[in-house]
Nanobody, 120 residues
């Protein structure tokens, strides 16, 4: 059983910063790509950022230059540093991971989500 546990959400003023963490636990062979998604009330879940096993990153246009995704493979953890936060960044942020259970089999997992609220 694999679990993804997010932390670091909260309430912050516009222009402020937060750092989200997501730690993977359980039994697995390897962690491949890691992602952060978000979902605001009444809106569809959207991709925020992703990082490959080689460290290659990609970002949604609406966070480029403000958010940074990183990973610590020794801790099975992915981070999202969020700077210059705006009220429109308010959402539940979800961690997502492609996790290998063998060289031939992998599965995709979601965390439970962490609330980020940015006040104006």
């Amino acid at each position: 059983q694999v679990q993804l546990v997010e932390s670091g959400g909260g309430l912050v003023q516009s222009g402020g910063s937060l750092r989200l963490s997501c730690a993977a636990s359980g039994s697995f062979f390897s962690i491949y790509a890691l992602y952060w998604f978000r979902q605001a009330p009444g809106k569809q879940r959207e991709l925020v950022a992703g990082i490959g096993s080689d460290g290659t990153t990609n970002y949604a246009d609406f966070v480029k230059g403000r958010f940074t995704i990183s990973r610590d493979n020794t801790k099975n953890t992915v981070y999202l540093q969020m700077n210059s936060l705006k009220p429109e960044d308010t959402a539940v942020y979800y961690c997502n991971a492609d996790i290998g259970h063998s060289r031939a089999f992998s599965w995709n997992y979601w965390g439970q989500g962490t609330q980020v609220t940015v006040s104006s």
